[in-house]
T-cell receptor, first 111, second 112 residues
Framework: EDQVTQSPEALRLQEGESSSLNCSYT??????LFWYRQDPGKGPEFLFT???AGEEKEKERLKATLTKKESFLHITAPKPEDSATYLC????????????FGKGTLLTVNP | NAGVTQTPKFQVLKTGQSMTLQCAQD?????MYWYRQDPGMGLRLIYY???????DKGEVPNGYNVSRLNKREFSLRLESAAPSQTSVYFC???????????FGSGTQLSVL
């Protein structure tokens, strides 16, 4: 059974304090790993898709990386507007009906 | 660009009542999905529609029915609401199955 575990559950940072969120997974065959951002009262918003170990993608202060067992979302010099819940989702069947979502990491960035 | 629009945003039902959650997307996407999100749990797929005219069960379909009315619209119906269906419901769409999802803003449903 595919499993996705995100850690930590919650992370509090000071503005400018860089850190990383972790998404560890077990899967028989990875077809894609997705990162989403979710603001309170809103639906998740797509950030990145990673397909193979060693792949990296960047967007502003965020960088996502992938190994054979886990993915990291690195946040460099975060700002208060980066505060949100970050969700990781695993696609093992090449279809969205086989997406497995993690429970998310709630990130709070204090000014 | 509206993207994915869900109505209503909030709803309170009594046990046994029925209701339909509406979803429409204006991105000409083929695939549409209904998820529920509960505290301490990841998003779970209720039903999906890979294309107009087709629907299939997801991980937690019991107690729900869906209709893919046309390419734009995908509705979720609760025939006899139960307290266990208290949740936040999200509709999503994608251009092709397996591609990134675009989510609506959600419906917060409480069943008393």
């Amino acid at each position: 059974e595919d499993q996705v575990t995100q850690s930590p559950e919650a992370l509090r940072l000071q503005e400018g304090e860089s850190s990383s969120l972790n998404c560890s997974y077990t899967v028989s065959g990875l077809r894609g790993l997705f990162w989403y951002r979710q603001d309170p009262g809103k639906g998740p918003e797509f950030l990145f898709t990673l397909y193979s170990a060693g792949e990296e993608k960047e967007k502003e202060r965020l960088k996502a990386t992938l190994t054979k067992k886990e993915s990291f979302l690195h946040i460099t010099a975060p700002k208060p507007e980066d505060s949100a819940t970050y969700l990781c989702a695993l696609n093992s069947g090449g279809s969205n009906y086989k997406l497995t979502f993690g429970k998310g990491t709630l990130l709070t960035v204090n000014p | 660009n509206a993207g994915v629009t869900q109505t209503p945003k909030f709803q309170v039902l009594k046990t046994g009542q029925s209701m339909t959650l509406q979803c429409a997307q204006d991105m000409n996407h083929n695939s549409m999905y209904w998820y529920r999100q509960d505290p301490g749990m990841g998003l779970r797929l209720i039903y999906y529609s890979a294309s107009e005219g087709t629907t299939d069960k997801g991980e937690v379909p019991n107690g729900y029915n869906v209709s893919r009315l046309n390419k734009r619209e995908f509705s979720l119906r609760l025939e006899s609401a139960a307290p266990s269906q208290t949740s936040v419901y999200f509709c999503a769409s994608s251009d092709r199955d397996g591609e990134k999802l675009f989510f609506g803003s959600g419906t917060q449903l409480s069943v008393l």
